[in-house]
């Protein structure tokens, strides 16, 4: 998802129709075969087939379709707000192993219940929301 954001950003910045048109584009070694020197193919790259064709085809088949506009939303907020994109789990796992928060965190105040009032649950609380 990220690789094919990544390589459609010159198209949908109209720089270019097509991503093999883009110049610095790792499209032109991934799905076309040609030579990079300054390029390591990247390990989820290299999942894609056991042979280099097999690879270049199924790298093809990742760019027949544009991103479409909620993924790009949910890509963006990610890179432009440095958070982690990806399933539950895999948020789980980074946050873990970074010990801190990589998702957005909750929008507005906290919700208080009965118990945890100041008066020990005692008094009425407004249920106003807005």
């Known amino acids: 998802m990220c ?3 990544v390589e ?12 093999p048109d883009y110049r610095w584009s790792s499209y032109h070694a991934n799905t076309l ?3 990079a020197v300054m390029r390591t193919p ?7 087939g056991g042979t280099k064709v097999e690879r270049q085809v199924a790298n093809r088949g990742l760019f ?9 939303t949910e890509v963006r ?3 432009n707000q440095g958070l982690v994109l990806g399933n539950e789990r895999f948020k789980d796992e980074v946050e873990s192993m970074l010990g801190k928060r990589m998702r957005p965190a909750r929008v507005g105040r906290p919700r208080r ?9 005692a008094g009425k609380q407004s249920k106003t929301l807005f």
């Open 33 to 35: 075969g040609k030579a």
């Open 8 to 19: 459609l950003n010159p198209v949908r910045a109209a720089m270019v129709d097509d991503p």
């Open 3 to 5: 690789y094919r954001y």
């Open 42 to 48: 990247h390990s989820e790259y290299l999942r894609l």
């Open 64 to 72: 027949r379709y544009q991103v479409d506009a909620p993924l790009l």
């Open 77 to 79: 907020l990610a890179l």
């Open 113 to 121: 219940d009965r118990e945890s009032s100041a008066d020990g649950g």
